[in-house]
Structures are given as structure tokens and as C-alpha cells.
């Protein structure tokens, strides 16, 4: 069994370059969970006392919204980890993770990690890239953000057609960012809809004021005495043409 953890470690980015005597001494120390689709692994706020090394499957890490919606931050799989944060800072867990697929991951407790970190430069360094890459994904995303809701509020939704169902693939930084902008894209096709519709009323309302304002028109005229004279003139001149 140990084996078979060993051999998943070393297929992590964190202990791909650490020798096999090291991680024999963590496989010991860590332990198997399998998750089944839509399970949860970890709930924001509960205390973090392990970290998770993704061995197969993908999982998303989500939070949600004013309204209790969930909100997509990121999706990781193979060879990648979740859950340090809450073992650097203390601060309980900023983000719920759940399964997108079935999957299973390795657990590491929080003494184990710590250990690792005392004695493996390496390993320090390959947690400090990994962070690095997860920033620069963090600013594309930001920055597909400020950009979508710069377009929505000038009217243009043509982006919105980029809308990406959330799949278990790697992709690039754009690619990833469209995809777990789902919620934006709701938001804007709400914003479009509604827009949609305003105009629709604007434009029976129109109708209907221009209806209103001929109306209006037409009754003034033949309200007038003008008119009622030029109608009589006109009757007696039927009259006369009848009897001619």
C-alpha cells in the first residue's frame, strides 16, 4: 500500500525532484482519500490541519456569493496541492473544494508538513512556484474581469459567446479564466436579457404615446368649430350633388 503512495508522490510537483528515500519517510505518513463526484473535501472556515496532493481526478474550489450562489476561484488535478494555505497561516480555510469528478488525493497532517518544510529546501521552493503560478493565473483572471465588465457596461456582450463549460483539462490561463468566469457570464446574459427587455417596453411605449398623442391630435381638430363647419359644408354639398 505504502508503495503505491510512495509512487503517487512522486508523480506531485512538489516531490517530483525529492529523492526516494524522503518520500518513503512521508508515504509512511500519509494516507489515501477517494472522493466520489460532488463530494466535498474541505468546507470554508473549518480549521486546516492537512493539506491534499491530487493523485487523480479534478476538483473545484469554490465560495459563494451575497445571495448563497457558488462562486468558481479555480479547478486543479493531477499532481497539483489544496489545502497548505490554512497550514502556513493558521487562518481557517478560505475556500470550499469539491469533486468534479471521482478522484483521489493524498493527506498529509499539518506536523508531517512542517517537517518536510525544516528539512527540504527543495520542496520549499517548489511550494513558493507553485504559489507563483496560481498568482499569475489570479492577475489573467482579474484581468478577463475588469475587461468583461468594462465591454458590458459600454453594451458590447459579443464576449459572452466565449462562455466555456467547465471541463477536467488543463487549457491555458485564458482558457481556464473563461471557464470559471461562469457565473460572470450568468450575470451578463441576465444584464443583456433585462436589457432586451427594457427596450422592448421602451418601444410599446412609444407606441403607444405616439397612439395617445394622434389620438390627441385628431380630437382637437375635429373639436374645433372650424371643422364643424368645414363637416356641415361638405354634407350640404353631398346634398346638392345627390339632388342634381
Excluded at 524522503?22 to 494516507?31: F, G, R
Excluded at 474541505?42 to 450562489?69: A, C, N, P, Q, Y
Excluded at 499539518?110 to 525544516?118: A, G, H, T
Aim: a negative charge; aromatic letters at 6%.
Amino acid at each position: 500500500m505504502k508503495s503505491d503512495v510512495l509512487n503517487q508522490l512522486q508523480k506531485t510537483t512538489i516531490f517530483k525532484n525529492v529523492s526516494d528515500d524522503v518520500l518513503a519517510e512521508v508515504a509512511v505518513k500519509a494516507s489515501t482519500r477517494k472522493l466520489a463526484k460532488d463530494e466535498i473535501l474541505m468546507r470554508k472556515g473549518e480549521k486546516g490541519d492537512s493539506l491534499f496532493l491530487i493523485h487523480d481526478g479534478w476538483v473545484k474550489i469554490v465560495t459563494v456569493d451575497s445571495k448563497g450562489d457558488e462562486l468558481i476561484i479555480n479547478k486543479c488535478g493531477p499532481g497539483e496541492m489544496i489545502g497548505e494555505m490554512a497550514l502556513l497561516d493558521g487562518i481557517p480555510r478560505s475556500a470550499t473544494v469539491i469533486a468534479l469528478s471521482d478522484a483521489e488525493v493524498l493527506e498529509l497532517k499539518q506536523d508531517v508538513f512542517e517537517e518536510i518544510l525544516k528539512q527540504r529546501a527543495d520542496v520549499s521552493l517548489a511550494i513558493i512556484r507553485s504559489y507563483s503560478e496560481r498568482l499569475r493565473f489570479s492577475t489573467t483572471y482579474i484581468e478577463k474581469a475588469i475587461d468583461w465588465s468594462q465591454k458590458t457596461a459600454e453594451g458590447d456582450y459579443s464576449f459572452a459567446e466565449q462562455a466555456q463549460p467547465l471541463i477536467n483539462s488543463a487549457g491555458s490561463d485564458d482558457d481556464k479564466a473563461a471557464q470559471l468566469l461562469s457565473a460572470f457570464f450568468a450575470m451578463v446574459r441576465k444584464v443583456k436579457e433585462r436589457e432586451d427587455g427594457l427596450k422592448q417596453q421602451l418601444e410599446k411605449l412609444t407606441f403607444e404615446i405616439d397612439q395617445a398623442r394622434r389620438k390627441q391630435e385628431f380630437e382637437e381638430i375635429t373639436g374645433t368649430e372650424f371643422y364643424a363647419n368645414l363637416k356641415e359644408q361638405a354634407r350640404a354639398l353631398r346634398q346638392k350633388r345627390a339632388q342634381g
